[in-house]
């Protein structure tokens, strides 16, 4: 072999590392990893339809039960928000096409007040444990959620 023919021989297999790095590059890119946020999103919207069914069996505590509902309906809301704001916004105001779904809920089946008790005490322990693997805004945030969960299920539902 002539060194004319190494020469070419290196040149194709630039070329070929040069075209292989340009397929992977193009390639479809992995589906997002899911927010952490989308769980406690889940258990907000969740705990709220539990709340609006609770009111058929507990009629007397319809004020509380739609205050746990309501509130828990702005939680799940400012979770959204905020894992629409990580994901971001075009300049022309558009979402990009890799924003995490949106979580919906079917209606609930009335629970008891004690069942939804404990429903809310475990989604404030998911958001305080959450919480300490969260850092600035998003730890701040759940903490005030595992706050509010503890409060309509030691104070509220009691």
């Known amino acids: 072999m002539n060194r ?9 297999g630039v070329v070929g590392v040069a075209a292989l790095a340009a397929v992977t590059g193009c390639a479809e ?16 919207r969740t705990d709220a339809a539990a709340a609006t069914a609770a009111i058929a069996l507990d009629p ?5 039960l739609t205050l746990v509902s309501a509130e828990r309906t ?3 809301e400012a979770l959204r928000t905020e894992i629409d704001r990580l994901v971001g916004v075009y ?6 096409s890799r924003r995490q779904p949106e979580v919906t809920v079917a209606p609930a089946a009335p629970v008891d007040v004690a069942t939804l008790r404990d429903q809310l005490a475990g989604s404030q322990r998911a958001a305080a444990d959450l919480a300490t693997t969260q850092s600035g805004y998003r730890a ?9 969960c503890a409060v309509h299920a030691g104070v509220l539902l009691t």
């Open 74 to 76: 702005a939680h799940a």
């Open 60 to 64: 007397q505590r319809h004020g509380a």
């Open 29 to 44: 890119e992995s589906a997002p990893e899911p927010d952490p946020l989308t769980a406690q999103e889940l258990l907000a």
């Open 91 to 96: 300049g022309d105001g558009t979402l990009p």
């Open 140 to 148: 701040g945030l759940l903490a005030s959620i595992s706050a509010a």
């Open 4 to 12: 004319r023919t190494a020469l070419r021989l290196a040149g194709g």
